[in-house]
């Protein structure tokens, strides 16, 4: 039977045996859990995300969403799938139980996710956003606006949002004309408009609150004089009962190239002049508070790339397996040799590896990422808590482009593993590469995530943290120079990891003197090659734990399992990993040549 959204015995292998997660449960926060409860609640929400939320990915493109009188709805199918989702209590796994959530470690609730949210992304959307918000609220908020949100935005009874982008203020958030003022209550008048909102309006849920970027009058211009605020589009009562309608509208939705199921909104703040919200936490300390939340967010968007090729890889493995045509190249020119399946063609078996190499590495970088995410807050080690945090900031912006591209392009090799039946509607596919493009733009296209990471994460505490990342990468390297069959792609990896240090120290001495705009011309191939050597090392890393399994498993099974991940880093290591040495020699070189080009020249 084929497998549906994920590979489950991947899953389990990157949880149990790479990054060995049953360590968690030595931490005072997760003491009440076991692996055989993670198993059994990723078994639920994968029975969950196959047989409800799966059927709905075809209905969000076909029907997509319709505005009519300032309301959004979405396709009926959505709401029974939100139903059943929360009913089976997977809106917010990772927090607090006395706020509606389980409490579970954030890399168990990434493989329950897979299914959940991976499954139907435009739908997760309008179950999950409210987690964001409600974390912001938790972190920074008053005890009254706990009490007011939390409960119901962890459960998914309310959604959340977050409207930061203005027609004259995109990525550069720093330029917004939205105003708040002060009223006698304490609460806020907010006029502006927002546009690109994701689900900003719909009808999944009884209320949607709205984290809400404004400058109070008065304040400093710049970022420096951003605030945020808490704008509830149905007034919440101090008894958390709901008041009258708030004045902020949707005006329109966009007509977008995919995605369709997903409401992107344009929004319209205190047009009759009676929008109220409720400051969070300081005055101008928006950006900061935002910020605050964007690792999770943009780890999300790295996610819905990897699940996106996930899902695209499957149908194409199933298909490849099924489909019949041409002779097999042994057979030569015989005209009685018999058909065969076009995954025992080379050129098919390359793309197949291609993807399943990638979309297994994917899957363990954003695992990998989680765990960190667990250890920097629960880990006793003060040691590994730093650690954990400094991976985590300086991993966070490459895992979230490098999948986000990458994601897309596996997408696109489906669609070629199917060939011309691909290129249609028939086949689930050419949905895939539209929908998951988006992840390439949203959270700060890829662009801007190289120039942070060149900017500001390459040399974060005087370039010890990429420093630590080169260690890391180096101990994986080390243990595998022990195992006979590994030490070829040790070598080459190591040859990697060397010539990225090399490539990041040129590029972050480049940056900081006069040739600083030829460095960030060559910021994003330099992420991108970060990407690829440290998908190198999950692949090594991956392969060393399967090595150390091929040495007790037995059964034919697990030898096929297991050798087929240590074939995937053999593949990637070989065929891959050399464009990365050949994207480093180029940005080595720091060619002007796109800064020396006349605008006129271009056309």
Not at 165 to 184: C, M, Y
Not at 360 to 365: A, K, W
Not at 426 to 443: C, G, M, S, W
């Amino acid at each position: 039977m084929a497998q549906l959204i994920a590979d489950q015995k991947d899953i389990n292998f990157i949880l149990y045996e790479q990054l060995n997660a049953e360590e968690l449960l030595t931490y005072e926060k997760f003491k009440d859990f076991s692996k055989k409860t993670f198993d059994m609640i990723i078994s639920e929400a994968r029975k969950v995300g196959i047989k409800e939320v799966l059927p709905t990915l075809a209905d969000g493109d076909k029907q997509g969403v319709k505005f009519e009188n300032g309301m959004v709805t979405v396709p009926e199918s959505f709401h029974r799938a939100k139903k059943v989702v929360r009913e089976a209590d997977l809106t917010s796994t990772m927090e607090d139980p006395d706020w509606g959530g389980q409490g579970i470690p954030f890399l168990i609730s990434m493989a329950i996710m897979e299914y959940t949210v991976g499954a139907n992304y435009a739908l997760s959307g309008y179950i999950h956003m409210g987690h964001g918000t409600g974390k912001m609220i938790e972190v920074f908020g008053t005890d009254t606006l706990k009490k007011l949100f939390l409960e119901n935005l962890y459960t998914s009874r309310w959604s959340g949002t977050m409207l930061l982008t203005e027609p004259e203020a995109g990525s550069d958030v720093g330029a917004i004309t939205t105003t708040a003022r002060k009223n006698e209550d304490g609460t806020y008048s907010i006029t502006g408009n927002k546009i690109f909102i994701t689900d900003g309006e719909h009808d999944m849920s009884e209320n949607i609150i709205h984290p809400v970027l404004a400058r109070i009058e008065g304040a400093p211009k710049g970022s420096r004089g951003i605030s945020i605020f808490i704008v509830p589009k149905i007034w919440v009562n101090e008894d958390k009962t709901l008041g009258n309608p708030n004045d902020i509208q949707c005006v329109g939705v966009e007509d977008k190239m995919g995605f369709h199921g997903s409401a992107t909104c344009s929004m319209a703040i205190g047009s009759r002049g009676n929008c109220r919200g409720f400051l969070l936490g300081e005055e101008n300390k928006g950006l900061a508070i935002m910020f605050h939340m964007m690792n999770e967010a943009r780890l999300s968007v790295g996610f819905q790339g990897s699940t996106a090729a996930s899902l695209a890889y499957l149908y194409a493995l199933d298909y490849a397996k099924q489909r019949v045509q041409g002779k097999d190249l042994a057979a030569g020119k015989n005209p009685d040799a018999e058909s065969i399946p076009i995954i025992r063609h080379p050129d098919v078996r390359r793309m197949l590896t291609w993807m399943k190499a990638h979309v297994d590495g994917m899957r363990s970088l954003i695992y990998y990422v989680a765990l960190c995410l667990d250890q920097k807050e629960n880990a006793t080690d003060p040691d590994l808590r730093e650690l954990s945090s400094d991976m985590v900031e300086l991993l966070t912006p490459v895992a979230k482009a490098y999948c986000a591209e990458r994601g897309f392009e596996v997408c696109v090799q489906a669609v070629q593993v199917f060939g011309g039946y691909g290129y249609t509607k028939e086949f689930p596919v050419e949905q895939l590469v539209r929908d998951v493009k988006i992840a390439t733009l949203y959270e700060g296209t890829d662009g801007i995530q190289a120039m942070d990471f060149l900017g500001r994460k390459l040399g974060m505490k005087k370039g010890r943290v990429f420093k630590s990342l080169l260690d890391e990468m180096g101990k994986t390297i080390a243990d595998a120079k022990e195992i006979d069959t590994l030490r070829s792609m040790a070598d080459s990896l190591a040859k990697a990891v060397d010539g990225l240090g090399i490539t990041a120290m040129g590029l972050g001495g480049a940056a900081m003197s006069e040739k600083y705009a030829a460095a960030f011309a060559h910021a994003h191939p330099f992420m991108e090659a970060t990407g690829d050597v440290v998908m190198g090392w999950m692949q090594l890393w991956r392969a060393l734990a399967a090595a150390k399994a091929l040495e007790k498993k037995t059964r034919k099974k697990d030898q096929v399992f297991y050798k087929g991940i240590v074939n995937s880093a053999r593949f990637y290591i070989e065929a891959v990993l050399p464009v990365a040495l050949g994207r480093m020699a180029s940005v080595q070189a720091l060619s002007t040549a796109a800064l020396d080009m006349d605008e006129a020249s271009f056309g």
